[in-house]
C-alpha cells in the first residue's frame, strides 16, 4: 500500500481513486439503512404503545367505577359481562368484565381487547367487600 501512495505521489496525483469511493458509499449505505430499520421498530413501537395507553385508560376507568358501585349493584351480578366495544383512533376496543365472589368479597377482572395487526389484551382486577 505504501508503494502505491509513493507512486501516486510521484505522477502528481491527488484525491481518491474510484474504489475507495465506492467502499465509502457502501459503508454510508449499510449504515443508512440500519437506521431506516430502527426508524420503522420505533414507529411500530410507538403505534402499540399508544393503543396500550388508550385500553389501560379505558379498562382502570371502568373497573374505579364498578369498585364504587354498592356491594348489591345489578352491574356487580356474578359472572361474564359485555361491557361493549369503544373505538378510538380507528381501533375498535372489546370491553368486558367478570365478577366472582367468595363469601363476601368480589372479584372484578376486567378486560379489554383489541386487534392492531395482532389479537392483543390486558386485564385488571380488584376486589369489593360488603
Not at 410507538?46 to 376507568?61: C, I, M, P, R
Request: net charge positive; no cysteine; charged share 15%.
Amino acid at each position: 500500500m505504501k508503494v502505491y501512495k509513493e507512486m501516486r505521489e510521484k505522477l502528481g496525483q491527488k484525491g481518491f481513486t474510484l474504489i475507495e469511493v465506492f467502499i465509502g458509499l457502501v459503508i454510508l449505505s449499510v449504515g443508512l439503512l440500519a437506521i431506516a430499520g430502527l426508524q420503522i421498530t420505533s414507529v411500530q413501537g410507538n403505534f402499540f404503545s399508544k393503543n396500550l395507553n388508550q385500553a389501560t385508560y379505558a379498562a382502570q376507568d371502568r373497573l374505579e367505577s364498578l369498585g364504587n358501585s354498592p356491594f348489591n349493584s345489578s352491574q356487580l351480578h356474578p359472572g361474564s359481562h359485555d361491557d361493549g366495544k369503544a373505538t378510538l383512533f380507528g381501533i375498535v376496543f372489546n370491553r368486558t368484565y367478570t365478577v366472582g365472589v367468595n363469601g363476601n368479597i368480589k372479584t372484578i377482572t376486567y378486560t379489554v381487547k383489541w386487534n392492531d395487526g395482532s389479537d392483543r389484551a390486558i386485564s385488571f382486577s380488584t376486589f369489593v367487600s360488603g
